[in-house]
């Protein structure tokens, strides 16, 4: 089974900016990494105007661009599909995967607190905080420089 790391947090708080550190460490140590970024709202990655914008526009369904060294699909759904499926039918060529996002999703967690964040909520299968400030003495706590660190305790979670 491949394993999953989601990072959660409030808009902004750094998420991004965090997987990009961790994933090329991750790279630099032989790893073959996947990302899922999770959206509660639809999205779009495509301009309008572009092919894909024309294609959904028209009323596809299904829209895929595949190039010698890229492939991406669009697809309506009916329902979300779930973080496991995706993992199952998309992501078998990888070594880890990392979410952003997921928060309601029973895979571990690590969560991203910005100093504007007064408060926050741990859940039971938050397993590391990433802040600035030191947050909570019971789970452990990393600051986004110890990116390292950080990979070296979740390595030592699979």
């Known amino acids: 089974m491949i394993p999953i790391f989601s990072f959660v947090g409030k808009s902004k708080s750094g998420k991004t900016f965090l997987l990009e550190k961790i994933i090329v460490e991750l790279r630099n140590r032989g790893f ?3 990302v899922i ?4 709202s639809p999205f779009e990655i495509d301009k ?3 092919d894909s914008w024309k294609f959904k526009e028209a009323g596809a369904e299904v ?19 779930s973080l496991n499926e995706i993992v199952k039918r998309y992501f078998n060529n990888v070594d880890i995967v990392l979410t952003e996002g997921y928060k309601k999703e ?8 910005s100093e504007k964040d007064k408060e926050i909520f741990l859940d039971e299968n938050v ?26 305790f979740l390595l030592s979670k699979i």
């Open 127 to 152: 397993i590391a905080i990433v802040s600035k400030k030191r947050r909570n003495e019971r789970i452990p706590s990393f600051s986004f420089k110890q990116i390292t660190a950080l990979i070296d």
């Open 32 to 34: 073959r990494v996947g």
């Open 48 to 50: 309008r105007e572009k």
């Open 37 to 40: 970024k999770h959206s509660h």
């Open 63 to 81: 829209i895929a661009f595949s190039s010698k060294e890229e492939f991406l699909l669009f697809k309506k759904l009916k329902s979300e599909i």
């Open 106 to 113: 029973n895979f571990p967690q690590i969560l991203v607190v």
